[in-house]
Nanobody, 124 residues
Framework: VQLQASGGGLVQAGGSLNLSCSAS????????MGWFRQAPGNKREGVSC???????YYADSVKGRFTISRDNAKNTVYLQMNSLKPEDTAVYYC???????????????????WGQGTLVTVSS
């Protein structure tokens, strides 16, 4: 399984970014996909999860601002980030644990496969 995240960059507070994660080596449509982030000195934290049945889950800190979506034809999961804040600054990772659904503990970074991360920097 290979995951390739992209789309990070430098943006001003209030701005938007759209992250992408392309996947290979798995039956993408059948698996849950997660987005995580890790800021310097902090633990990796769950941001969002997309189940194969269409359900989505978000950390409280990003609800209403971030949207996860997936294109099964392109084997790609996206994270649209709006109204960005300086505290959103982190390296963002996509991940899968090859489960059909996001578990009740989807926010735990115990996934089997990880992308390389893409840096998001939000300036104030």
């Amino acid at each position: 399984v290979q995951l390739q995240a992209s789309g990070g960059g430098l943006v001003q507070a209030g701005g938007s970014l759209n992250l992408s994660c392309s996947a290979s080596g798995l039956t993408f449509r059948s698996y849950a996909m997660g987005w995580f982030r890790q800021a310097p000195g902090n633990k990796r934290e769950g941001v969002s999860c997309s189940s194969s049945d269409g359900n989505t889950y978000y950390a409280d800190s990003v609800k209403g601002r971030f949207t996860i979506s997936r294109d099964n034809a392109k084997n790609t999961v996206y994270l649209q980030m709006n109204s960005l804040k300086p505290e959103d600054t982190a390296v963002y990772y996509c991940a899968t644990e090859q489960r059909i659904l996001c578990t009740s503990r989807w926010y735990n970074p115990s996934y089997d496969y990880w992308g390389q991360g893409t840096l998001v920097t939000v300036s104030s």
